[in-house]
């Protein structure tokens, strides 16, 4: 983890503590690396408001600044005591104050100029306008504490330590764990396997000890004593190994799928919860 993403994260941890419940700092910088995976911004933003935000309101943009959302790369202790951390879903990043990225465009898109007067300056209209242009994210950055990065949809904002977030984050974390209720009815498939053969075993040896001919007379001639003998082994066998499983089962504190369904159903268990 770099040190600027650990800082980051502790921040957010500090802001939230419900997030050290659910599961670990390292979880959670994975969790957000499965968050607008395609964006081209990675970092985590900030935006300072004069009241928690748990989601942004378009109606709240004004038109003088694009109608667009505003965040800094940097927690510049400007404009409201709530700190706001966030990802962002830029897919058409506008960098208007790069000289590279504006040459690109006049190669690209002759037509943005061509008839414009000499008082048309291309940056600023990107800018003001990066969505006519079909951006869906602008940066500006002067190398001082009002660099930023602007969207136009509360759908391309993430925040982080809010109600989505935790929910994603819990998902995140148990989703590599099985579900306790299908193991153990796994299990009781499994108990039911071995409880066969050894049920099968005493009855192969109980129909043996009765029988005077015996299932293999036909082949090696009739040994009925020999098949007595067999059976009686197939009988200990199939009684106690069905008695040390059943012992040995009961010891491993194992339960029939039946017997946890009905307590995930009475609510003395949780399904899949990190604890």
Not at 46 to 51: C, K, M, V
Not at 53 to 79: A, L
Not at 110 to 124: D, I, M, V
Not at 201 to 206: E, R, T, V
Request: charge should be positive.
């Amino acid at each position: 983890m770099k040190k600027e993403t650990k800082e980051e994260i502790d921040f957010v941890f500090e802001q939230n503590p419900d997030l050290a419940r659910i599961g670990t700092k390292k979880q959670y910088e994975k969790h957000l690396e499965t968050i607008f995976p395609e964006s081209k911004v990675k970092d985590i933003v900030y935006h300072r408001s004069s009241q928690k935000i748990e989601t942004f309101d378009k109606s709240k943009t004004k038109e003088i600044n694009g109608n667009r959302f505003y965040f800094s790369p940097i927690n510049t202790g400007r404009y409201g005591k709530h700190i706001t951390q966030a990802l962002l879903n830029i897919k058409n990043l506008a960098v208007p104050q790069d000289d590279n990225f504006i040459n690109d465009v006049n190669k690209k898109h002759p037509e943005y100029t061509k008839g414009k007067s000499k008082w048309f300056h291309l940056p600023a209209q990107i800018y003001k306008n990066a969505d006519k242009y079909g951006y869906d994210g602008v940066r500006a950055y002067e190398g001082t504490h009002d660099d930023e990065y602007s969207v136009y949809h509360k759908s391309q904002i993430h925040v982080l330590g809010s109600k989505k977030d935790k929910k994603g984050f819990f998902k995140f974390v148990n989703s590599d764990k099985k579900d306790p209720l299908k193991e153990k009815k796994k299990n009781h498939s499994l108990e039911k396997i071995v409880s066969g053969i050894f049920v099968f075993s005493f009855l192969a040896g109980l129909f043996l000890s009765l029988s005077e001919i015996g299932l293999t007379g036909n082949v090696v001639g009739n040994f009925g004593a020999g098949n007595k003998l067999l059976g009686i082994v197939l009988i200990v066998v199939g009684v106690l190994g069905l008695f040390l499983y059943k012992k040995l089962k009961g010891k491993s504190g194992f339960k029939e799928g039946d017997e946890l369904e009905a307590e995930a159903k009475k609510g003395e268990i949780k399904l899949g919860v990190r604890k």
